[in-house]
């Protein structure tokens, strides 16, 4: 199975129930793609370290992952690329 470490920033102009939902969508799609969450951490609201789309704080989340391949990822990255509540993400693959 391949590891993998997702981080990302969400708009803090959501109040709190929907900006849990977003995590929850990002991580059902995850699951339902045949991905395993490992662990999941709610980081909280950070300042940015510089303006991104006119925000200057977001809500950061970090799921560590297994899958059999790499679809779940994929399908994740086109769907955080696409959502407007997403300001950025990270998608890193950790060695075994």
Do not use: C, P, W
Not at 22 to 38: P, R, Y
Not at 39 to 59: F, P, V
């Amino acid at each position: 199975m391949k590891k993998y470490e997702i981080m990302f920033i969400v708009k803090t102009d959501l109040d709190e129930a929907a900006n849990k939902a977003v995590a929850e969508n990002m991580k059902k799609v995850l699951m339902d793609q045949g991905a395993t969450i490992v662990e999941e951490q709610d980081m909280g609201q950070k300042e940015l370290a510089y303006e991104m789309n006119h925000h200057k704080t977001g809500h950061y989340y970090l799921f560590v992952i297994e899958s059999k391949d790499s679809k779940a990822v994929k399908e994740f990255d086109r769907l955080a690329v696409i959502s407007e509540n997403i300001l950025r993400h990270l998608i890193v693959k950790k060695e075994a």
